[in-house]
């Protein structure tokens, strides 16, 4: 929810990150205590600012005078802390915004995730934030941190520890816990930060809006997102767009990777786009770096700073590995391969470069330097000369014992090279926690394992350049039923331009049925309240002749009438029989927290026996149709795969982004529409729309 009174980011990155005064409403002067803690590390951390512990009930907190509630203090604060149990914060809350202070984190549980009276609350604090000027972090918030501007702001343990490196990332987290994991071991790693934030619940402030604040920092290079949810993602999409235009890389760990789908709703597409796809698909068209390994999301920032969003486009990445140790190497290569990414060997002319400075390998998958790479020389004039050639997109340089054994000599030569114009990261084999440090210190991108390794690289690859949210319209919505009969989802069709299959529309009594086309046809129950014809008995196939058209209409008559006795069957729509090269589905939804997205998959009967899908936000543009298809493995069957005829891919293409404008049409106002099968024919014929199910959207 965006407060009508909010400030601008940089007035708001001042009252939430550096403020000049900050109020700890319940500060305890006990060190154990998680109330004793924001004050203790505030004064360790060397703040600068004023601060009002207030506690009514002591006149000092860690020998720090203490106040007895806010409207005492000679000043108003500009954060405040709020330690208070969760029967209290409302009170505090309000008292914060009667006072004026701008910006107020609140630590306690229990409302949003509270039950009934949970809620009640969170509604009293999001009435506070609507009326006031106060702007509300969390609750379940543990603070927030500047490195920059010395605020240690947290009830965090892990802050107690002394010397934590600053640096230039960002870090805004559902799970404040988390801050304190990636801090510790940010330290083991020599990886320092700008700052760190614990969103809590979002009542108020949201991760998007919070990073957003942070974008015109030059301190603040890149950012880390850990995310439970993609709850307000419109703020969250603004912010990546605008992260991208300054380029600053974020990357993110989402929780929620399992195969439970969501809500099947009206269609398949509900199915297989389920949660976690739908997560893939948004973070990968905001440019932000999805990874699937918690240690990555540390490790990834300098290899994204390395390769711009969208840096291969119309082609798989082609990855080099160069190494001192081929098991290790190996590993690399079959985390990558597991990605999708194939390691590629070096063409003729770069093994002959090789050989002219006495390197001598064979024509492998992976550039094996053996023991002889250990010899900084050598790794260092291999690399120079793989780096030179343009073949590569990105190079591994994969090390062996040696990086723990000799770390200064072992890394030199990958730190001296990293500056070239192809891209190179680093994966150490052993524990070799040293060597890592001296690389991180140099901003080399490197990584502690192959996992890691070749999910960084996927994840930065992935990327595709960010568009805008959609803007607000005002949607002119339909009369009549939430779910269009299948006649009536064809006149949709026709409106954006989807071809669909010639269709006739006859009543059940009809005394004479004269049809537009040809026997053999399909009947099929025309019915706004029936989504699965088959499931019914709605559907006939390979009708010969009238007298079988009307077997074929008492059939799905009767059918209907014993499995759904309270639906009337009043008609049917018969359609030629059609057949092509291919099947596929192509869906559409408006998803609850990413808004319209765009679904391909394997259609027909495949649908349920293959999870082949690609996902976009809608509406996509024309060459986001045609990555679409390509990503489909189906796709390579309708490319005349082992002498087959091609497929029309463009009119599929075509037809992809007819059913995304969905997400822009000012009439219908769908929530999800569903075309399975979309008949393939051959180049140039075109596709066919065969079935349709359609549901607009009524909520108010």
């Known amino acids: 929810m965006q407060n009508k009174a909010s400030p601008d980011p940089a007035s708001l990155y001042r009252a939430l990150l550096a403020p000049r005064s900050i109020a700890i409403i319940g500060a305890s002067g006990d060190r154990t205590k998680v109330a004793g803690r924001p004050l203790q590390y505030l004064l360790q951390g060397g703040y600068e600012g004023r601060i009002y512990p207030i506690n009514p009930r002591h006149e000092r907190v860690s020998g720090e005078r203490a106040w007895p509630s806010l409207s005492s203090l000679p000043e108003v604060p500009e954060h405040a802390f709020i330690l208070s149990p969760t029967h209290d914060v409302i009170s505090a809350v309000t008292e914060c915004a009667a006072r004026g202070v701008r910006v107020a984190t609140i630590l306690a549980t229990g409302f949003s995730e509270g039950g009934p009276e949970g809620q009640r609350r969170a509604g009293q604090l999001r009435d506070v934030a609507r009326t006031s000027g106060l702007r509300i972090l969390g609750p379940s918030s543990i603070g927030v941190v500047s490195f920059l501007d010395r605020v240690v702001l947290t009830a965090n343990a892990a802050f107690a520890e002394p010397d934590l490196p600053a640096g230039g990332t960002f870090v805004a987290s559902h799970s404040g816990s988390i801050l304190g994991a990636l801090v510790s071991r940010g330290k083991a790693r020599s990886i320092g930060f700008a700052g760190l934030v614990s969103v809590g619940n979002e009542i108020d402030l949201t991760l998007g809006e919070i990073c957003a604040a942070t974008l015109d920092n030059p301190a603040v290079t890149g950012y880390l997102l850990f995310l439970e949810s993609l709850r307000h993602a419109e703020d969250l999409r603004s912010f990546a767009v605008e992260a991208a235009r300054r380029k600053k890389p974020v990357v993110a760990y989402k929780l929620g990777r399992s195969e439970q789908a969501a809500e099947l709703a009206l269609s398949h597409t509900g199915a297989l ?32 700073n390395r390769i711009p969003i969208g840096a291969v486009q119309k082609r798989a990445p082609r990855v080099g590995v160069l190494t001192t140790t081929g098991g290790g190497a190996a590993m690399v290569v079959d985390g990558l391969a597991l990605r999708g990414i194939d ?64 770390p200064e000599l ?17 994966f150490l084999v052993p524990d070799a926690p040293e060597a890592l440090a001296m690389l991180a210190r140099a901003g ?10 070749a999910d960084a690289v996927a994840a930065a690859f992935a990327r595709r350049e960010p568009k805008g949210a959609l803007a ?23 409106k954006i331009g989807l071809p669909h299959v010639t269709s006739a529309v006859i009543p059940v009594n009809a005394a004479l049925v004269d049809l537009p086309f040809a026997y053999p046809v399909a009947v ?24 079988a058209l009307r077997d074929a209409i008492a059939s799905i008559v009767r059918e209907v009438g014993t499995k759904r006795p309270e639906s009337s069957v009043t008609q049917v729509i018969v359609q030629p029989m059609t057949s092509g090269l291919g099947e596929i589905l192509l869906g559409y939804r408006k998803d609850a927290d990413v808004g319209p997205i765009v679904l391909l998959a394997a259609g027909g009967i495949f649908t349920e026996i293959y999870r082949d899908r690609s996902i976009r936000l809608a509406p996509v543009s024309l060459e986001a149709a045609r990555e679409m298809i390509a990503e489909l493995a189906i796709s390579r069957v309708l490319n005349g795969y082992r002498g087959r005829p091609a497929g029309d891919l463009e009119a599929l293409a075509n037809a992809i982004v007819a059913l995304s404008h969905l997400a822009v049409d000012e009439e219908y106002n769908v929530l999800d529409a569903e075309i399975n099968p979309l008949i393939v024919r051959r180049d140039g014929e075109g596709v066919l729309a065969l079935d349709a199910l359609v549901r607009l959207d009524r909520s108010s």
């Open 444 to 453: 080399v991108p490197s990584f502690r394992t192959p996992e890691g390794c």
């Open 273 to 304: 786009a389920g949660e976690d796809d739908i997560a893939a698909a948004f973070l990968a068209d905001c440019g932000i770096a999805r990874v699937n390994n918690f240690e990555t999301l540390i490790e990834a920032l300098p290899l994204l």
């Open 524 to 547: 099929k129950l025309l019915s706004d309240t029936i989504a699965h014809k088959t499931d019914v008995g709605g559907v006939v196939l390979g009708v010969q002749d009238e007298k």
């Open 472 to 494: 607000h319209r005002r949607v002119f919505k339909r009369a009549g039923p939430a779910q269009l009969n299948e006649w009536d989802a064809y006149k949709l069709f026709e």
């Open 410 to 426: 072992a890394v030199k030569p990958v730190i001296a090279s990293a500056a070239a114009g192809t891209a190179l990261v680093s």
């Open 343 to 406: 390691v590629v060997k070096p063409s003729e002319d770069t093994l002959k470069q090789l050989t002219k400075v006495g390197i001598n390998v064979g024509h492998e998958r992976i550039v094996d330097l053996t023991m002889a790479g250990t010899r900084p020389d050598v790794m260092k004039a291999a690399l120079d000369t793989v780096l030179s050639e343009s073949e590569f997109d990105l190079v591994v340089a994969v090390t062996g014992s040696s990086a723990r054994l000799q």
